[in-house]
C-alpha cells in the first residue's frame, strides 16, 4: 500500500471511533422528554355578590336654609376690609414666602352660619365635590359664627377660577382672602 492509501485508512479509522463516541452523546434516544400537563393556574376565586343601595338623600342630614339665613357677607366683608389694611401691590405677589418664612397663600370665605348643623352641611357638599373645605369658629359680638373656607392655595389664580364655579354652583358670594395659619 502507498502512502496516501494508509493516510487515508487511518483518517476514516479515526472519523469511525469519533462517530461512535460522540454519536451516542448527541443523540440520547435512552430518556424521553416528559411534559408537565398540570395547570399552574390557580382556581376561580369564590366571589359572593353584594348588592349596593341606589345613592340618593342620607336619611338624617339637614336641609340647607335659605342664602339670606345661612350668609352674613355683609359682616365678613366689612371686617376682612377693615382687618387687611394692605394694598394691592401686596395682594398680587406670586407664590413665595412673606417677611416671617411663611409661605403666602390664599383662601376663599365661602359662607358664614350661627348654627353649627348648617355649617357640617355645606362643609361636606364642598368637600363632596373634591374642595379642601374647613371651618372655623369665632366669636363677634358675643356670639359664635362658624366660617366656612375652601384652600389654601399657593395660586391666586386657581383659587380665583374655583371662586366661580363655586359662586355658580351654590348660587353664593365668596370672599377671598389671605390665608393666616
Known amino acids: 500500500m502507498n502512502e ?26 435512552d430518556g424521553a422528554y416528559q411534559v408537565d400537563t398540570r395547570s399552574l393556574i390557580p382556581p376561580a376565586p369564590d366571589i359572593q355578590r353584594v348588592d349596593i343601595a341606589r345613592a340618593g338623600p342620607q336619611p ?4 340647607t336654609a335659605a342664602q339670606n339665613e345661612m350668609f352674613r357677607f355683609s359682616e365678613s366683608r366689612t371686617r376682612a376690609e377693615r382687618g387687611t389694611g394692605e394694598s394691592t401691590a401686596t395682594q398680587d405677589q406670586g ?27 355645606l362643609v361636606e357638599q364642598l368637600l363632596d365635590d373634591d374642595y379642601k373645605a374647613y371651618s372655623r369658629s369665632a366669636v363677634v359680638d358675643g356670639e359664635t359664627i362658624y366660617r ?21 354652583k351654590y348660587q353664593l358670594q365668596s370672599l377671598m382672602l389671605k390665608f393666616s395659619p
Open 95 to 121: 407664590p413665595g414666602l412673606d417677611a416671617e418664612g411663611i409661605p403666602r397663600a390664599w383662601v376663599l370665605q365661602v359662607a358664614s352660619f350661627s348654627d353649627l348643623a348648617k355649617a357640617r352641611v
Open 60 to 63: 338624617g342630614r339637614v336641609a
Open 148 to 168: 366656612i373656607y375652601v384652600g389654601p392655595k399657593m395660586s391666586k389664580q386657581t383659587l380665583l377660577q374655583q371662586q366661580r364655579l363655586i359662586e355658580q
Open 4 to 29: 496516501g492509501m494508509k493516510q487515508r485508512l487511518v483518517g476514516a479509522l479515526v472519523l469511525l471511533a469519533l462517530a461512535t463516541v460522540v454519536l451516542p452523546i448527541v443523540f440520547d434516544f
